[in-house]
């Protein structure tokens, strides 16, 4: 029995475990939109949510001018909170990861950064209307052509390239033509 075992193993050790969705919470906040297993979306989304809850968590406290504070005390406190929560997603959040932009250029983006001052910032009503989390989407597409595994699109509410489109039906539109 697996009485209070959560999590997916995914026949990997906890190193390997780690890295992987490591990888793939890097690339959920650098390309806001990944495909993956159908499993690996479902444990992905449990990281994720927690990752931008904290960065959320902050509220307030990202839109605050530190300059516009008179108290020192509170400018300590508002300081010490925005740093304190960028360590504790920088401890499992790559620091940066290269975006291609095309075939021969690419260029180093600062995930800690997108995920505090560009994601962060669209939810932070979300988490005052009291839903906490529902940060991501899973849409599921079809199986894998080699080995049958079902597969999904995860992506971030609200991002502008939400539209989630099966894109082998797309190109196969595209191949009629």
Do not use: C
Not at 124 to 141: F, H, N, W
Not at 156 to 172: Q, R
């Amino acid at each position: 029995m697996r009485h209070l075992k959560a999590g997916r193993k995914f026949g990997r050790n906890t190193s390997h475990r780690r890295a992987m969705f490591r990888n793939l919470a890097g690339n959920l906040v650098l390309h806001e939109r990944i495909r993956t297993t159908d499993a690996k979306a479902k444990e992905l989304r449990r990281i994720v949510e927690r990752l931008i809850s904290r960065a959320v968590r902050l509220g307030d406290d990202l839109t605050v001018d530190i300059g516009r504070i008179t108290d020192d005390a509170e400018r300590q406190r508002v300081i010490g909170a925005r740093v304190h929560a960028q360590r504790e997603v920088a401890k499992f959040l790559p620091k940066t990861m290269a975006k291609t932009i095309d075939e021969a250029t690419a260029e180093e983006v600062d995930l800690v950064w997108k995920l505090f001052h560009e994601i962060a910032p669209r939810y932070v009503g979300r988490a005052k209307e009291g839903k906490g989390g529902g940060y991501t989407r899973i849409v599921k597409l079809q199986r894998r052509k080699g080995d049958g595994a079902p597969i999904s699109v995860i992506e971030l509410v609200g991002s502008e390239k939400s539209a989630v489109v099966d894109e082998p039906a797309e190109e196969a539109a595209a191949a009629d033509e």
